[in-house]
């Protein structure tokens, strides 16, 4: 177990994290062109955040949260999703005094105890954007182009957008009552969970993912079916905002999300390229979350991307993403003296804002070169006591094989070219 990963964690080898630090560049140069800044957040929080924020109802809460008593006798929880820690920065720090909108985005890691399957894990990587303060559809209609133009950036096709609206509270309340209906004469065949729900949130009894009660919710009655006048104006300005755009998308009446302080417009990009679990990417509206935490009422949305199922569904599409910049230049060295010299040169040439490596092992010239191609570096050169001596070395180009003569005190001169 000393030199095992524990069970749904995984680690992120050298010969792969470029694929992450390029999706990571292009999430982060988006976020730019539409005004969103970087928040970064606690691995953890007290536990009553996610309780309140997430809601005590969810599956999250129920049953995937890494919680634990600190040294303080304080319930502690690492973050299942972003959200709540971004909401309770936001009420903590003061950002109801700045101009609103707050436009956010963080990167993160996340922790749920559940099932691991292909894209799935208990330690997760997740990036997600949050906006406070706009009520208007505008907003909902930002987020989502935002999403799309993202997967455009990356070459994902075959993507879709479902949308759903599950109202506010006064429309779920009268919501609420039809669906209590609806369930009572198949109650005793729901499962535990299901059952508690029916009391607390019958809403969450349609988000169940296990397949007996699949059966008795594929014809419940939707939401989006029961909204209140302001609530069904919004949804019909988010759909109105997305034709304008040219956005395509698809309405879903049984998304509901898996969190309870989602209102108004919810959302889903689903891939059909990695299976089941094929959604990539949640999000929507939750107006009451921030009031619900301690703050003033505060309208908010946002989403959340898994970058693992990202990169699944790139790689699914045999998209190809540019492998990280080789090394400028190998310097080979025989004896000490060459050796002191290439420590220093490659000294300077970092120093100028190249890449450079030089023998750390002790092998032999022949083994140096074979490591050179393997680095892939696009140039490397021989120093031996001669060439120290007389301030020249042959250059050569690890790609073409052409070979140059060179001064050392040209050397960084000629990788600007």
């Known amino acids: 177990m000393l030199i095992k990963a524990p069970k749904g964690t995984k680690d992120i080898l050298p010969s792969e994290v470029y ?34 924020g997430v809601g005590d109802t969810t599956d999250i809460v129920q049953k995937e949260m890494y919680t634990f008593m600190d040294k303080g006798g304080r319930s502690i929880t690492l973050r299942p999703e972003g959200t709540a820690g971004v909401v309770r920065s936001y009420i903590e720090n003061g950002m109801a005094s700045l101009a609103m909108p707050i436009k956010l985005y963080y990167n993160i890691t996340a922790y749920r105890y559940e099932n691991v399957q292909k894209g799935r894990y208990r330690e997760f990587h997740q990036f997600g954007v ?60 729901l499962c535990g969970t299901c059952k508690t729900r029916y009391e607390r949130n019958p809403l969450r ?82 107006d009451g979350l921030i009031e619900e935490c301690g703050g003033n009422q505060t309208p908010g949305i946002g989403f959340a991307i898994g970058i693992e199922r990202l990169l699944l569904v790139m790689e699914s599409q045999g998209i190809e993403i540019p492998k990280a910049e080789a090394i400028d230049v190998y310097i080979a060295c025989i004896g000490e003296q060459a050796q002191k010299y290439a420590q220093k040169l490659v000294y300077k040439i ?42 020249k070395a042959v250059l050569k180009n690890m790609l073409t094989g052409e070979t140059k003569d060179i001064s050392l005190d040209t050397l960084i001169e000629r990788l600007k070219m």
Not at 236 to 245: A, P, R
Not at 353 to 380: H, I, P, W
């Open 205 to 286: 009894i349609i988000d169940c993912k296990e397949e007996t009660c699949k059966i008795y919710t594929k014809d419940a009655p939707a939401l989006v079916d029961n909204l209140c006048e302001d609530c069904s104006k919004h949804f019909e300005g988010l759909k109105e905002g997305l034709e304008n755009l040219g956005i395509k998308y698809n309405i879903d009446k049984n998304i509901v999300r898996g969190l309870d302080y989602y209102t108004k417009t919810v959302f889903e990009f689903v891939s059909k390229n990695i299976g089941a679990q094929g959604t990539v990417c949640g999000g929507g509206r939750y």
């Open 350 to 391: 970092r120093q100028e804002g190249f890449s450079a490596e030089t023998d750390l092992m002790g092998r032999s010239v022949k083994a140096q070169m074979k490591y050179a191609d393997k680095l892939g570096a696009v140039y490397s050169l021989v120093l031996g006591d001669t060439e120290v001596e007389s301030n």
């Open 130 to 189: 949050e906006c406070f303060g706009s009520n208007g559809p505008l907003v909902d209609v930002e987020i989502i182009s935002m999403l799309s133009m993202f997967f455009e950036r990356l070459g994902i096709k075959d993507v879709e957008l479902n949308i759903n609206s599950i109202g506010c509270p006064k429309c779920r309340g009268e919501y609420n009552k039809k669906l209590l209906e609806f369930f009572k004469p198949n109650l005793d065949k």
């Open 19 to 52: 694929k992450w630090q390029y999706v990571e560049k292009k999430i982060s140069e988006l976020c730019s062109n539409f005004g969103y800044k970087e928040i970064r957040l606690p691995v953890f929080e007290h536990t009553e955040l996610f309780q309140r």
